[in-house]
């Protein structure tokens, strides 16, 4: 499977990565979600990463290229379903996801965007 | 990875199927499905197989058992964004998908079984 789903829901869209990132792969989501981000007018963008088990460098860039190129196109973005074990590394490795705002889950995630919507 | 995230979604829970399915891994998620279904007393399931570019009948019976389960513990199922391929194929193979409720998107899904619930 060469894609990852971009599932609308409301204004805001939900990525769910679950397969190993490589370089083509991050390459086809950042263009299949900022066409997305056009199409659909979406205010928000959740990625959730409950399904890895590790957060490397190239992931963590990858996010904080989504969330940046999403916060041209006008959304927001939030990463959701970090596990605490991903968490605890990434504070050990000393990445901060720079410019990437997170919530517990995809709930928490979406009262998040509309909260930030509303303002 | 060796599982499929299961999201909550308000009264619903969210599968989005982006990997290739394996007896083992669709044991897991069956486990894991109900599981969740009776600690978060969801209504409603549904499942989104946009990424999968064929169904055979593994996952087609793998879809029927996790609907039939839902039934049981009183949730509804229904698989959204199936491709316009896999839907040929399906008939023409003579694959029905019995017991199981089909929407677009996931958005149409949530309304069909928003409007379930109210009944």
Known sequence: MERIPI???GPFLLVTI???MHDRLAMQ???DLT???ADTSARGVLIDISALEMVDSFIGRMLA???GMSRVLDA???VVGMRPAVAITL???GMSLTGVRTALD???GMALLGSAQRR
Do not use: F, G, P, Y
């Open 106 to 108: 995809v709930e928490r």
């Open 7 to 9: 599932l609308k829901m």
């Open 65 to 67: 290229n989504i969330a």
């Open 18 to 20: 679950q397969v190993d």
């Open 29 to 31: 989501l950042q263009d």
């Open 35 to 37: 066409t997305r981000i």
């Open 76 to 78: 927001e973005t939030v």
């Open 91 to 93: 504070v050990e490795l």
